[in-house]
């Protein structure tokens, strides 16, 4: 399997990595979870599972670096501020990480966003805000309102542009008419320990709900009592999903 890692910087100065995998196929982005970093899907046995697509030139993973650090697990900072400062991350993946996907899967390729936890919102969150570069998103065990987390303060446009379960349901329009023929989103999630205590599963439901009532294509895929919010799950899940979009 073809392996590299890359310092990547946006004019502005905004650093981070991307760990890539494979030498061909349909671009993945990939967030990590709250925290994460770059090598973090492979440390976690996600890009081993599936190990039998990267080979055969049917996948290649970009796996970002996190800023959660500086911005929503900054539990000093209000939500609206962190939701500010999060406009870097955005900057730093539009500005150096796509451009970078690009040189090496082609100017028209259309890229896969990816994520576990709240890589699963950021998943969401660039596909729904960039669905022209993004198309579909592949979200495991996500909670999409940034409001339910650990968060004070008064909330204004920053966070509410940047919370799904906000502005999925006051979409209308064209740009929805839009969204309808381009996005597609898989929501995955089980239904076992931690699923409900970081309000993933009540989450994935309500954002199913958001998804159909604005006619955006989706699916849902709960799985059972048995199934945790974590890494093993995640690993079963991306195996079984992965191969029907690439």
């Excluded at 392996?3 to 905004?14: E, K, M, R, S, V």
Aim: charged fraction near 20%; include cysteine; aromatic fraction near 12%.
């Amino acid at each position: 399997m073809r392996f590299y890692t890359a310092d990547l910087h946006t004019p502005a100065g905004i650093r981070g990595t991307v760990a890539a995998y494979g030498h061909y196929g349909r671009p993945v982005l990939v967030f990590p979870s709250e925290g994460g970093y770059a090598t973090e899907f492979a440390d976690r046995g996600m890009v081993a599972a599936v190990e039998g697509l990267i080979d055969a030139g049917r996948v290649k993973l970009y796996c970002v670096d996190s800023f959660d650090g500086g911005t929503w697990s900054a539990g000093g900072l209000p939500l609206e501020e962190r939701a500010r400062r999060h406009g870097a991350y955005e900057s730093w993946i539009l500005d150096a990480v796509v451009p970078h996907i690009r040189d090496g899967t082609g100017p028209d390729a259309e890229i896969a966003t990816a994520g576990c936890s709240l890589g699963a919102f950021h998943a969401l969150n660039f596909a729904f805000k960039r669905a022209d570069l993004f198309p579909l998103a592949l979200c495991f065990s996500g909670n999409y309102d940034p409001t339910t987390w650990r968060g004070w303060g008064e909330q204004g446009d920053a966070l509410y542009f940047n919370n799904p379960a906000a502005y999925v349901a006051n979409l209308h329009g064209d740009h929805l008419e839009w969204l309808r023929s381009r996005l597609s989103v898989l929501l995955v999630c089980g239904q076992g320990q931690w699923e409900d205590t970081t309000g993933s599963l009540e989450s994935t439901r309500r954002m199913e709900q958001l998804l159909a009532a604005a006619g955006i294509g989706h699916e849902l895929d709960l799985w059972g009592f048995d199934v945790p919010h974590d890494w093993p799950s995640w690993r079963r899940q991306w195996a079984h999903h992965l191969p029907r979009f690439c």
